[in-house]
């Protein structure tokens, strides 16, 4: 795992550095800057290695000089058509897109043909940031998310989107807590739109592998609905429909 500082996104692309269930877009909270690949499948092994030889380590110099939380790149296992996904992680936004356009100059200065290689692998894409509101505080490891991550792209009404927050902070985000201190989970996250296409929130989870994500997804929700079913109810009328992804963790350590 390259540390910068959705992934993600997950991509993640997962949930760091903010207080456990805390609800609120203050100056700490986690901002996930995600670019959604459509690839040729064909060609997403040399992606894959692309990113790990050369996108990697020019991102992780901004993470060790404290630019950055994170950097992730994830894999597309099940879900929709993004097939790959791009994450830069950090806490200030104006500082984000500054090292985001230093990263992209070095990289077309240094290796503007792997650079090219990858447009042509991965030609088209979705930009999204993402600003967390309820997220897993950050364990105390260099790992960020783990092998296996779930992502709930939410499609809300924004009329109602606070209540949405504020339902899922009282009631569900506890409980995705709950499995992450009994060691279910490795991260969660809960993430506002920013910038970018459709989806309103982002919904996430990683673990060790997907099977185990399944269960946590069917326990919490199960849970979440005892307890108290009109605010379920109410959470699904606000955000009606999403698109859900299964990725797998493709940095290499």
């Known amino acids: 795992m390259q540390k910068l500082g959705f992934i993600f996104v997950v991509v993640t692309i997962v949930g760091v550095l903010a207080p456990a269930a805390a609800l609120a877009q203050d100056d700490d909270a986690p901002i996930v800057f995600g670019i959604y690949y459509r690839c040729n499948q064909a060609q997403e092994s040399r992606a894959d290695e692309i990113y790990n030889k050369f996108v990697a380590p020019v991102a992780q110099k901004h993470v060790d000089l404290g630019h950055l939380t994170a950097t992730l790149w994830l894999e597309h296992e099940q879900g929709g058509p993004w097939r790959r996904v791009w994450a830069i992680l950090g806490t200030d936004l104006e ?47 260099d790992t960020i998310i783990g092998d296996a991550s779930m992502s709930a792209y939410h499609s809300c009404d924004m009329s109602r989107e606070a209540r949405a927050d504020e339902i899922f902070s009282k009631l569900i985000a506890p409980l995705y807590q709950k499995h992450m201190d009994m060691g279910h989970l490795a991260s969660w996250g809960y993430y506002s739109h920013r910038v970018g296409g459709i989806f309103r929130r982002l919904e996430t989870m990683s ?16 849970e979440a609905g005892e307890t108290d079913a009109l605010a379920m109810a109410e959470f699904r009328s606000i955000c009606s429909w999403h698109s859900d992804y299964m990725w797998l963790n493709g940095a290499q350590p």
Do not use: F
Not at 207 to 222: F, P
């Open 95 to 141: 500082q984000m897109m500054d090292m985001r356009a230093a990263i992209t100059e070095e990289l077309g200065a240094n290796h503007a043909a792997e650079m090219t290689e990858l447009q042509e692998a991965c030609p088209t894409h979705d930009d999204y940031i993402w600003v967390g509101l309820a997220n897993s505080p950050q364990a105390d490891t």
């Open 207 to 222: 673990g060790a592998d997907h099977k185990t994500l399944l269960a946590m997804q069917n326990g919490i929700y199960q």
